[in-house]
């Protein structure tokens, strides 16, 4: 009889915690789905003034037969050093190693845009205030190391608390990506990408692009599109759907008499044609090439057969710690330009991946 008491109360006291945990269990997703939300499209963005306001650069604006550079860079919110994998890509962590090591990994990112001495930086992944980077203020970081420069910044996602993975939850993250220009901006927008509308929006999150504008003396534009797209919705429809969108709007510019320079990181295989599809990863798919509009070229196809091929892949996987020769590596990162825009220099820069997953990628250029 006491054997058969115990069990009843072994098996109420089971039940009981099984519901808690499914009570708890539909509380988070509700939370989740409540405050969840898009930040709104067409949003226009804050230009800030440098820090340092000693400053005034070469010239008010842009002008013709001039050569011009901009480095394109994701960060990684300051967690990827090379010995770092991250729990999405297959690996270990979800947030970064320390407080002390997103402070060594931004100072040297921001350190390393310093020495190429860009016009203008696009800056991707940079962490306002996040669990994964213990709540360091990367953007205002970069500004004090970058002083000269005047900048844009669009917030990519404000996300709710993450409980997952179970034993290091992601958290919150308030992110987005940072335009740093030595010339004045009149102006900037937010986009907001087409994403996933299912349950994976909750770990590719919000995606954007800025659309920022730098005058030029002949009273034209350069418009510069700072883009992150999405890496793990592995959808043919977000894809097309990101894809149609920029160029409409790169188009638009060139037809308005403009000169457009898209940057940033694609999330797709650039150096791969679009017959490749089958030999890529599936986060990271050939770019469409002819989805670009007229007029519109990938910076890396104006270079030869040869130079392509010794280019450094601009990106690591980080299902692993960064092993040379042995861990799967990537071009990610790039550039798009308008016919009226001669590219004079493309370099995919190697630092063997040492403050991202990224390593940047410059370009220099003139406005024809």
Request: glycine fraction near 6%; charged fraction near 20%; proline fraction near 4%.
């Amino acid at each position: 009889m006491k054997k058969k008491n115990l069990c009843k109360t072994l098996l109420k006291t089971m039940c009981i915690v099984l519901g808690i945990l499914i009570l708890a269990l539909l509380a988070y997703i509700v939370y989740l789905y409540a405050s969840y939300y898009r930040i709104e499209d067409n949003q226009e963005l804050v230009v800030e003034a440098p820090v340092d306001d000693t400053t005034t650069g070469a010239a008010a604006v842009l002008a013709t037969d001039t050569e011009y550079s901009a480095v394109t860079y994701n960060i990684g919110f300051g967690a990827y050093l090379p010995d770092y994998s991250f729990f999405m890509d297959g690996g270990t962590s979800s947030w970064a190693e320390s407080p002390e090591t997103v402070q060594y990994a931004i100072n040297g990112a921001g350190e390393l845009v310093k020495s190429l001495d860009p016009d203008f930086a696009l800056i991707q992944e940079i962490d306002l205030d996040a669990t994964r980077s213990y709540h360091t203020d990367e953007y205002e970081m970069l500004r004090n190391i970058l002083p000269e420069y005047t900048t844009v910044f669009a917030q990519n996602y404000d996300s709710a608390f993450l409980f997952y993975p179970f034993t290091q939850p992601h958290g919150s993250s308030r992110a987005g990506l940072g335009l740093f220009s030595k010339y004045p901006v009149s102006s900037a927008l937010r986009r907001s990408f087409p994403i996933s509308t299912s349950f994976s929006k909750f770990f590719d999150l919000d995606r954007c692009y800025s659309v920022s504008r730098i005058p030029v003396d002949n009273g034209k534009e350069l418009v510069i599109f700072n883009l992150h797209m999405s890496a793990y919705g592995n959808s043919d429809a977000i894809r097309q759907g990101q894809i149609e969108m920029l160029c409409n709007d790169m188009a638009k510019e060139y037809e308005a008499g403009n000169y457009v320079l898209c940057g940033g990181d694609f999330n797709h295989d650039l150096k791969a044609s679009e017959e490749d599809t089958e030999s890529c990863e599936s986060w990271a798919f050939p770019f469409p090439r002819s989805e670009l509009p007229e007029h519109f070229t990938l910076c890396l196809d104006l270079l030869t057969e040869e130079e392509q091929a010794a280019l450094w892949n601009s990106a690591r996987n980080a299902d692993m710690e960064y092993v040379p020769g042995v861990t799967y590596t990537v071009t990610l990162d790039g550039f798009i330009i308008s016919d009226n825009i001669e590219c004079l220099s493309y370099e995919n820069v190697n630092t063997g991946y040492s403050y991202s997953d990224h390593d940047p990628v410059k370009v220099e250029f003139m406005l024809k």
